[in-house]
């Protein structure tokens, strides 16, 4: 990935917060078949440092990417993708100067690249599937659990999925967040951002340092 150094980011914290809120990852493989791509919901484990240190989540049986792994595992690269908004140039001070300013795009972005091994445990998998089910459910007002289904029922759903684990070997993040423009600039295209949505707002709090 082109990663100019003000867009890079060096925080591990900050990284796998990003992880954990957009846990809906692209895993990349490539084999004799060539390029491969699979969206999978991932858990992302840090360490006390807060560096992330592995991925898990599970796929469908009939899915080959589990199957690519083979007994000795196979390369991976899973892409994370954060708040994205269009910069319009209209909010740039600049416009009103000489006009020399154009769109752009900003966002955040996490490429995590490791190494895959399917895991075909069903303790394995049950306590996979019981630790996404209450991350995700966390906050609602009556969490459900896996518990609440009948147990064969759960027996028999994940006997149709196989578990991925994938041990990180490099992190690489970048946050495109106008600081490739002056301090005045940034501040009023954070501004301008504040009357979009959700995403467009997430970024503008970046922006203005208030997230």
């Known amino acids: 990935m082109y990663l100019p150094s003000h867009f890079a980011v060096d925080d591990p914290v900050e990284v796998l ?8 990852a692209t895993l990349v493989t490539h084999d004799a078949e060539g390029l491969d791509a699979n ?11 807060g560096r992330t240190r592995r991925l898990r989540g599970h796929v469908a049986r009939g899915n080959p990417l589990w199957r690519r792994a083979g007994a000795g595992g196979c390369d991976v690269l899973a892409l994370f993708h954060g708040a994205q908004a269009y910069i319009s140039p209209a909010a740039h001070p600049r416009k009103a100067v000489d ?19 399917a895991v075909d445990d069903p303790a ?21 659990a896996v518990s609440d289904a009948p147990e064969d029922y759960v ?17 690489t993040a970048k946050f495109k967040l106008s600081q490739n423009h002056p301090e005045q ?12 949505g959700e995403d467009a707002r997430e970024l503008s709090a970046r922006m203005l340092g208030s997230y």
């Open 17 to 24: 917060r990003l992880l954990r809120a957009r846990p809906l």
């Open 39 to 49: 969206p999978v919901v991932l858990l992302a484990d840090g360490d006390a440092q």
């Open 99 to 117: 006009g020399k300013v154009v769109p752009t795009w900003n966002y955040l972005v996490v490429q995590v690249s490791g190494r895959l091994r």
């Open 124 to 144: 394995w998998l049950r306590e996979l599937v019981g630790e996404l089910t209450d991350t995700h459910e966390a906050g609602r007002e009556h969490p459900w």
């Open 155 to 171: 027996r028999a759903m994940l006997a149709g999925v196989v578990g991925i684990d994938i041990e990180v070997l490099r992190v």
């Open 185 to 196: 600039a940034r501040t009023a295209l954070a501004h301008a951002l504040r009357e979009g």
